[in-house]
């Protein structure tokens, strides 16, 4: 059968045929894994614009897409489909800037030839100024909107958002919440205010939403939901997006936010003690099971016919509720992995100490993080090599307290959209895009998300493994003696005290 005869209803490789797509954020973590799924399971997609601003060192972005199209993520499709590669077009520009920093002649080729936007990018930081996460998160979308509205052949405008946008709500439904501040005036604000002036209103705005990054999302859906009124779109809500289950390899990662960065310094030894509850879920969600749910929900959208009583189609990525696992039982698998597979150089036996008191925990970030910290530098400074621990410790008790609002408190996710497009795949699609997480193995994901650490972020060779574990077996015989002579110390203490 003529591939073009092919019902787009039927076949999801069929709808994409012939697309054209705008992407931004491709260089971020999503982006890249969008692109990679999209070139090698939808190969005749006509075209993917990808916005890209040049950056600092590397201001050429044909270097920089050819740095990234050399990451391992794209082996494969490098082995299966390597002409695709050639459908990738960089458009100059930046979400930070007004109108996304395009040039004239770009935006007119956008508007004649996309079909299909996927607005992914996002400055994901907590602790960015107000100023700046309203202009890049909140203007951005609207700058897409108005793009969106010239482009003649536009079928769908999906952005890409979080699940914690809504979280005065402990149950979060697949449906448009009111934004928490008039996206308009605060965008206003933030063009028309400098930096300082700005910071002392920070507060004021964000009420209750705990940093900047939310609360700009938090606009940014109001930006989509009053441009659904006249525009195709639709929302998907991904809760932490971490390591790929299967695709394109098991384990893919290339980034340190959020919980891998803790996993990468817990398994360093890094992390005795950890501010967070004991009985708080695990809501984490695979990025391949994000970027299919990302493309079915273009492909359901492109195919209903948008009138002006359409709604906004609001999809959220989140964990089943009924597969989920307590944060601190992820933690205890994965210090069990960690004895199989541990990371090189590492400084202390892999063991976090989950503490619910603030008080008790700065008393043990003194005692297990800083004063070690401090007591390896000076060992390194007099050795000539460079002190580095203090400085770690500084940046992960800074992740630490700003995740701290969600290792404290959980929320529940309507799923009903989600499970819906899951069976609306069609039958031969079902394996390439499924998001079905009902067989999903916790011991098995977090060991393969463990071996992507080591292996793409690290950059550990698996090959060293026997010597990993040398090493390892000298640090716990050294952490053994240590706290066995503060041990006896402290009873020696005792009993001097005691006795006299």
């Known amino acids: 059968m003529d591939k073009n005869s092919i019902d787009p209803a039927m076949s999801i490789p069929a709808f994409y045929a012939g697309q054209s797509i705008f992407l931004t954020g491709g260089t971020g973590f999503l982006g890249k894994v ?166 002392i209103f920070t507060a004021k705005c964000l009420n209750n939403i705990p940093n900047t990054y939310l609360f700009s999302k938090n606009l940014a859906e109001g930006v989509i939901q009053e441009y659904s009124s006249f525009l195709p779109c639709a929302i998907v809500r991904p809760s932490v997006v971490v390591n790929s289950l299967r695709d394109p390899m098991p384990g893919w990662i290339d980034n340190f936010n959020g919980p891998m960065g803790l996993i990468a310094a817990g398994g360093k030894g890094l992390v005795p003690v950890l501010y967070a509850s004991n009985n708080i879920l695990q809501d984490d969600i695979p990025v391949d099971i994000v970027i299919n749910t990302i493309i079915l929900v273009t492909w359901k959208l492109g195919l209903t016919t948008f009138t002006p009583q359409s709604t906004c189609f609001v999809v959220n990525c989140t964990f089943p509720n009924e597969k989920s696992i307590l944060f601190r039982e992820v933690s205890n698998i994965g210090f069990k992995v960690f004895k199989e597979i541990p990371f090189e150089g590492v ?119 026997d010597a990993a574990k040398t090493h390892c077996k000298r640090v716990d015989r050294f952490v053994a003696t240590f706290k066995t002579i503060i041990a006896i110390g402290m009873l020696w203490m005792i009993y001097k005290w005691i006795c006299f």
């Open 34 to 199: 969008y692109i990679e799924k999209i070139l090698r399971s939808c190969p005749d997609v006509r075209e993917i614009f990808i916005l890209m601003r040049p950056k600092k060192g590397v201001p050429n972005l044909n270097e920089r897409l050819e740095k990234m199209l050399n990451l391992p993520l794209y082996d494969k499709l490098r082995e299966e489909q390597p002409s695709n590669f050639k459908k990738l077009i960089l458009i100059s520009g930046d979400t930070s800037q007004e109108n996304l920093g395009l040039s004239t002649i770009d935006r007119q080729m956008l508007i004649e030839r996309v079909t299909i936007i996927i607005h992914n990018a996002a400055s994901v930081k907590f602790n960015d100024s107000l100023k700046y996460a309203i202009l890049t998160n909140t203007r951005s979308t609207r700058d897409v909107c108005i793009l969106a509205e010239s482009i003649k052949n536009l079928i769908a405008l999906v952005y890409v958002s979080t699940a914690y946008t809504h979280l005065d709500n402990p149950f979060i439904e697949e449906k448009t919440y009111p934004p928490i501040a008039d996206w308009r005036k605060m965008i206003k604000m933030a063009e028309s205010l400098d930096e300082h002036i700005l910071s």
């Open 347 to 465: 400084l202390w036996t892999p063991s976090t100490l989950f503490v619910e008191n603030l008080i008790i925990y700065y008393t043990l970030t003194i005692l297990w993080h800083i004063l070690p910290a401090v007591i390896i530098d000076s060992v390194l400074k007099l050795s000539g090599h460079k002190p580095m621990l203090l400085g770690l410790q500084k940046k992960i008790y800074v992740a630490n307290r700003a995740l701290e609002h969600f290792t404290f408190n959980e929320w529940k996710f309507d799923n009903t959209n989600s499970r819906a497009l899951m069976s609306s795949i069609p039958f031969d699609d079902r394996e390439a895009f499924s998001i079905d997480l009902s067989d999903f193995d916790i011991e098995k994901y977090i060991r393969n998300g463990i071996i992507g650490i080591k292996k793409y972020l690290l950059h550990e060779d698996m090959n060293r493994l």
